[in-house]
């Protein structure tokens, strides 16, 4: 379990004295819990949103009762790259919640070693499941594809005990395609004769013209 200490953030306090004494802005809410600022430790934070992404269940202490909480958004400076302020969906107790849960994929297709091209269409799927089965991601093995034409679909993917598929189930997540090798077009061979072709018209009077610095023949 990952857990975030918070504060009640003071309405007087501005965002810049907020960040200079270390802590970041912040917001909770959910269906039964009303909007509510809050600061949080910028380092614990950063720390906690590399661990936990926006699927892992983060637990807030410090305003009021504790809160079971999943990241919806964090904004990130474009410069720094330091996040500026984050958002958390309060999950209600007892409720299943529908979720995008990203596809991890592992092993290697015996069609690839082959020659042949895996192609991924999905790199996500949207479940509806229980908090406390809530997966970070789900296994794809991809050791299953072994020919052109094989391909995984939804409906292959092992989920947890409490989890209904949302996407569909029929959808394909990696198939194997044929590679195919382009061929590249020879340029068509020159024309017979090309090479006594006679001189382009007004060559002939070119060459015979005397060169640049060459005296004259001097006329009788």
């Known amino acids: 379990m990952l857990v975030l200490e918070v504060q009640p953030r003071d309405s007087k306090e501005s965002t810049e004295t907020l960040r200079s004494r270390g802590a970041v802005p912040a917001v909770f809410y959910g269906p039964k819990e009303a909007s509510t600022s809050i600061a949080i430790n910028a380092r614990k934070l950063e720390s906690v949103w590399k661990a936990a992404g926006e699927t892992t269940i983060i637990t807030l202490k410090g305003a009021g009762e504790d809160k079971d909480t999943l990241i919806h958004d964090v904004q990130v400076d474009p410069v720094t790259s330091v996040i500026i302020h984050a958002d958390f969906y309060v999950l ?62 939804v409906a292959q993917i092992k989920l947890p005990a409490s989890a209904e598929l949302i996407t569909g189930a029929d959808e394909i997540v990696a198939s194997v395609t044929a590679f195919v090798e382009e061929k590249v077009e020879e340029p068509a061979p020159a024309a017979e004769g090309a090479e006594g072709a006679a001189p382009a018209e007004g060559a002939e009077g070119a060459a015979a013209a005397p060169a640049e610095g060459e005296a004259k023949p001097k006329s009788e």
């Open 92 to 153: 209600e107790k007892g409720k299943k919640i529908k979720i995008n849960i990203p596809l991890e994929f592992t092993g290697v297709a015996s069609a690839e070693k082959a020659g042949h091209i895996v192609v991924k269409a999905l790199h996500e799927i949207e479940i509806e499941v229980a908090p406390q089965e809530l997966p970070h991601s789900l296994p794809v093995d991809l050791g299953v594809l072994a020919n052109v034409g094989d391909h995984i679909t």
